[in-house]
């Protein structure tokens, strides 16, 4: 049930006044956008003014950025092709794939999905051949009957786009007009002169490979790790990544590779490319978020490393334990052999000793300000009267 909490920061209608106006009054319990924050999680309803049906439910948090990005299509499930609806189905959009939609075997019609559904549904062409396809990759993709399309020859002027990366040169002896199905041949990129051209194959029942520098698999010379992010390119694992230099992949590349940073003989450890540009993260042990010799008790506190338990830790060493560490351990004074538990990140960055010699120190110091030399215990306050 919607409920509204009490409002301490600017309401959602005075921040996003534009999506305030499609707030639905009666399906929101007579609750307004003026009860609500304007970053709430609470799910409020509203009404999409693209169509009388793109009535949606989602968070003011989530439809609030998508207006602060002007993109506020995107937090309605209809206009994005998630949910059917007059302006998306695929009967009113795509009638000639409407015309192939077996409905007995699917259950549903083609006026009751969207264009963009992952619904793997069955088709049957013209020639009476029967299979199964995503809906997406039907209606976005241009994906046809794979049964029909199967040893024939493609002309790419049907594929005007595809047609311009055809790389003629590399292609001496070859008609792109016939195209044999699944011929590995060269192209080029016609967005851009400077990327490495690549081989691949045409399917007319899959989306064609683009060019790989473009979609981030691949780096181009102005487009590289070694251009976009330097400081990241140096920390390359020469030796483990064998012949994959950081030239050949882009900031924004999926791929696993192995780092190397210098501040430590092993600092050496594997991640996404992305991952580590995206995030701006670091060396991880630098960050003492693994162990490494350089991060450890033996290394940064030798002191208190020496007064690691011997027997009450288990098989855990004081070299095998981060100074930053949360993990409580134990602890052995050297001076008065007191036994007592604290995190590693307690003692070396607050510098936590024994709470037993703490405690002494605190009473010799207590004593001293009032100019004892020992403790005096005045037994007659406690003798019976």
């Not at 609806?85 to 794939?97: C, G, K």
């Not at 199967?150 to 595809?162: F, I, M, N, S």
């Not at 007319?204 to 490979?209: F, L, W």
């Amino acid at each position: 049930m919607l409920e509204p909490a009490r409002v301490l920061s600017p309401s959602f209608a005075e921040v996003y006044p534009e999506a305030a106006r499609q707030w639905l009054y009666q399906k929101n319990c007579g609750y307004g956008p003026d009860d609500f924050s304007f970053g709430s999680t609470v799910r409020a309803w509203f009404k999409c003014p693209s169509a009388k049906d793109h009535i949606f439910q989602i968070e003011l948090s989530r439809l609030g950025k998508a207006f602060r990005n002007e993109t506020w299509s995107q937090g309605c499930g209809f206009c994005r092709g998630l949910k059917p609806s007059v302006t998306n189905n695929v009967a009113d959009l795509y009638p000639e794939l409407a015309n192939e939609w077996m409905r007995r075997k699917n259950g549903i019609g083609p006026e009751e999905i969207s264009f963009g559904s992952n619904f793997r549904a069955w088709w049957k062409c013209k020639r009476g051949h029967i299979w199964q396809a995503i809906v997406v990759n039907r209606t976005t993709n241009d994906a046809g009957c794979y049964i029909c399309n199967k040893g024939a020859p493609t002309d790419l002027r049907d594929y005007p786009d595809v047609l311009m990366e055809f790389d003629h040169r590399k292609n001496k002896g070859i008609d792109p007009h016939a195209l044999p199905v699944g011929l590995k041949v060269a192209w080029r990129c016609s967005a851009d002169t400077t990327h490495d051209g690549w081989v691949s194959g045409f399917y007319r029942t899959t989306k064609q490979e683009r060019c790989p520098s473009c979609t981030n698999k691949k780096g181009s010379k102005g487009n590289n790790l070694k251009v976009t992010q330097p400081e990241f390119a140096k920390q390359w694992d020469k030796v483990k990544n064998g012949a994959l230099k950081p030239d050949m992949v882009t900031e924004n590349s999926g791929r696993r590779v192995f780092w190397k940073c210098k501040e430590g003989p092993d600092h050496e450890w594997e991640a996404k490319v992305a991952d580590r540009t995206r995030d701006m993260t670091q060396c991880p042990f630098c960050m003492f978020r693994k162990t490494s010799v350089t991060n450890v008790l033996t290394t940064l506190a030798p002191n208190i490393a020496r007064e690691w338990h011997p027997t009450k830790n288990g098989n855990d060493r004081p070299d095998q334990e981060r100074a930053h560490s949360r993990t409580k351990r134990w602890w052995l004074c050297s001076v008065c052999s007191h036994e007592w538990t604290a995190e590693a990140h307690r003692r070396y960055e607050r510098g936590s000793n024994c709470p037993k010699c703490a405690t002494e120190q605190q009473i010799k110091n207590m004593l001293s300000a009032r100019g004892l030399k020992k403790r005096e215990i005045d037994m007659s306050r406690y003798r019976d009267k």
